[in-house]
């Protein structure tokens, strides 16, 4: 009863203002936290020749911030169905904005590695905290749109980092990158632990009355929930798309600059353009989504159908030439990034009652492994063949697979939502 006081002494009056505010600092927050491991696939050529690395090492730098939440996101779920968004969120994003500062004097890749662990630790609460932070503040009919604009934050960061972190890893060397990571991740902190406060009338009012008043489901209850076909529907697009878009962060600069003769420095541009197209394609898919009669998840096949068929034009000469190739990695970007939006959208509507947190966790848990999975097997892919067809083609099979199994099954039942 404490808490709800204390929403409506800050938010009384102007619920439909606020809810803006609450978007805002939710995406800034997400964009802050992601923004040094956004940037590790754009600074790929500085990092291979400053730390001696391969590409398959370069991906493993990617995978060590998605090991701990492989676990950490099914407590940061459980947190989140517990306590209030703006403890869990921000004490999350300060332990990504603490291990970066502490990073900035690593004196090497071993090291490099193991900040990156407790990065990725911190990062597990910013993601599905703010996915249900901002869920319980839009009602369905502006869901996915809002909740599209929130999850542009990750290609958002991707994109200025993309800008920013190549030329300060060349001025002053790949510490001064981190160490910048770590001052962006200690801002979004503290505004969203300043700003944040829990919606006035709860759009999911089922929850507070699970929090509060009912038995809580034992966690063998709640793991039941992968059986669910709708689930093991949604987790098979998302861990396929999760592994797209690795691919994309990880080996775009490095197919630019080795395949199609792009000098580095203009790959990590065309890098820049992809996130912003991710950013475009995150908000407009989500958008579309609310006003979709078929259900989110079409917008969902759509974009698996676009990466494959993207993908298969990269093993092509025209994935050699290098106007082509950059206008085909835009492409991959809209709908290898922007699929994110509906995707998340469609899962927070689907929870059961009382349990959005801990649906968010379970979902992005399991697609978490291909996360920490996918950056260095597709670098070492690269490594042992000495191109990248075999990875596009790997890519886009695992893609057309997915779209004929999980169109077939059907989608899931919009939840009424006041």
């Not at 197919?255 to 790959?267: D, K, R, Y």
Request: with cysteine; aromatic share 8%; proline share 5%.
């Amino acid at each position: 009863m404490t808490q709800h006081m204390d929403v409506r002494l800050n938010a009384a009056g102007a619920p439909e203002r606020y809810r803006w505010v609450v978007l805002a600092v939710a995406t800034f927050t997400q964009a802050a936290s992601g923004f040094f491991v956004q940037g590790i696939g754009a600074m790929g050529v500085q990092l291979q020749r400053d730390l001696h690395v391969g590409a398959a090492e370069l991906g493993l730098l990617l995978s060590a911030a998605q090991l701990l939440p492989l676990v950490g996101l099914l407590v940061a779920g459980e947190l989140l169905d517990r306590y209030d968004e703006r403890w869990v969120v921000g004490i999350g994003a300060c332990v990504v904005a603490v291990s970066l500062g502490v990073g900035s004097v690593a004196p090497g890749y071993a090291s490099l590695l193991l900040v990156l662990l407790v990065v990725g630790a911190g990062y597990s609460t910013v993601q599905p905290g703010g996915s249900k932070s901002v869920a319980s503040w839009f009602d369905a009919s502006r869901r996915g749109l809002a909740m599209g604009v929130r999850q542009a934050g990750v290609p958002f960061g991707g994109l200025v980092a993309a800008a920013v972190l190549p030329a300060l890893a060349a001025a002053y060397g790949w510490r001064a990158a981190l160490l910048a990571g770590g001052l962006v991740a200690l801002l979004g902190a503290v505004l969203f632990m300043s700003l944040y406060r829990r919606p006035p009338v709860p759009a999911l009012p089922v929850e507070d009355a699970a929090r509060d008043g009912e038995p809580r489901a034992s966690l063998g209850s709640r793991l039941r929930m992968l059986r669910e076909p709708s689930m093991v529907r949604i987790l098979l697009s998302g861990t396929c798309m999760v592994s797209v878009h690795s691919g994309i962060g990880v080996l775009t600069v490095l197919h630019l600059h080795e395949a199609a003769s792009v000098e580095a420095g203009a790959a990590a541009l065309v890098l820049v353009a992809v996130q912003g197209a991710g950013v475009a394609g995150r908000v407009c898919l989500a958008a579309w989504s609310d006003r979709a009669r078929s259900g989110r998840y079409a917008y969902v096949l759509v974009c698996m159908v676009a990466v494959t068929a993207g993908m298969v034009a990269l093993m092509t000469p025209l994935g050699r030439t290098p106007v082509t190739a950059c206008l085909l990695f835009v492409w991959l970007g809209f709908f290898g990034i922007g699929w994110f939006g509906p995707w998340v959208a469609h899962l927070a509507e689907s929870a059961p009652p009382g349990r959005t947190g801990f649906a968010l966790g379970l979902a992005m848990a399991v697609a978490q492994v291909a996360i920490f999975l996918a950056p260095p097997a597709l670098g070492l892919l690269r490594d042992v063949t000495g191109g990248f067809t075999a990875d596009w083609g790997l890519l886009s099979a695992m893609t057309a697979a997915t779209v004929v199994i999980t169109a077939r099954g059907g989608t899931f039942r919009r939840r009424a939502s006041s």
